[in-house]
């Protein structure tokens, strides 16, 4: 897809949820940084995990969303915004399209014509190698009949169980995710791709929550965005 001439901005991992931000410190930060955002702009990328856990619902919107979405809609007023599903928010669907004016990518990834150049860009989760377990929580958690139990099921029930969820996974995995460079899952993905396609000038991704910026062997260099707690962690290209 060719984006119009301009500057955009990228940004992934924030994590909202009132466990995994108390306070809304982070919240009100971003806040403060969307409606900051230089009016030169064309566009935004939400690059996943923007939410600790998101579900749509029809009629629920969850607790402790209302300033961020509501900056996001004033954000998509001055320019475009593209929301790339994570691991944590996957379910988002048409909410963000029809009330806030969000672009919604359903893709794990997808091509951006920027500067005459072609970028990939996603979340970054499902890509590369994963375990037998992992691709089994992949599978349940994207499965269509799954995902309508779980909007079938009282609001309450469903974020008490992802907090307890990502609340345990925060416990067992302390620290962030190191990018490994060349011996990343996410790197050895970007790599076989350009050997196998044409390749990008230019791969981004979020998920590991640490920044990385290193050049792709089959061609093109790839950027991990560090996960945003500060408008210094947002990319401005």
């Not at 091509?111 to 005459?116: A, K, P, Q, R």
């Not at 994207?142 to 907090?163: E, S």
Request: charge should be neutral.
């Amino acid at each position: 897809m060719a984006l119009q001439e301009g500057r955009y901005a990228f940004v992934a991992d924030l994590h909202l949820g009132p466990d995994s931000d108390p306070g809304g410190v982070r919240e009100r930060a971003f806040v403060e940084h969307l409606r900051a955002l230089p009016s030169d702009l064309k566009g935004l990328f939400l690059m996943g995990d923007i939410f600790d856990f998101w579900v749509d619902y029809h009629d629920v919107v969850p607790r402790g969303s209302v300033r961020v979405l509501a900056a996001l809609a004033e954000a998509a007023e001055r320019m475009d915004v593209w929301f790339f599903r994570g691991n944590h928010d996957w379910w988002v669907t048409d909410y963000f399209e029809k009330e806030l004016g969000v672009h919604i990518v359903q893709e794990p990834y997808r091509f951006f014509d920027l500067y005459g150049k072609r970028v990939l860009m996603g979340h970054g989760d499902t890509l590369g190698a994963h375990n037998a377990k992992s691709k089994l929580i992949f599978y349940i958690f994207r499965n269509k009949a799954c995902i309508a139990l779980l909007k079938a099921l009282p609001p309450r029930w469903v974020f008490g169980f992802a907090r307890r969820w990502a609340a345990h996974s925060r416990r067992k995995h302390p620290t962030p995710t190191a990018f490994l460079g060349e011996e990343s899952p996410l790197y050895r993905f970007v790599d076989e791709f350009g050997r196998k396609n044409p390749p990008a000038d230019l791969y981004l991704f979020g998920h590991l929550h640490t920044p990385g910026r290193i050049p792709v062997a089959s061609g093109g260099e790839l950027i991990v965005l560090p996960a945003w707690t500060k408008p210094e962690d947002t990319l401005i290209l």
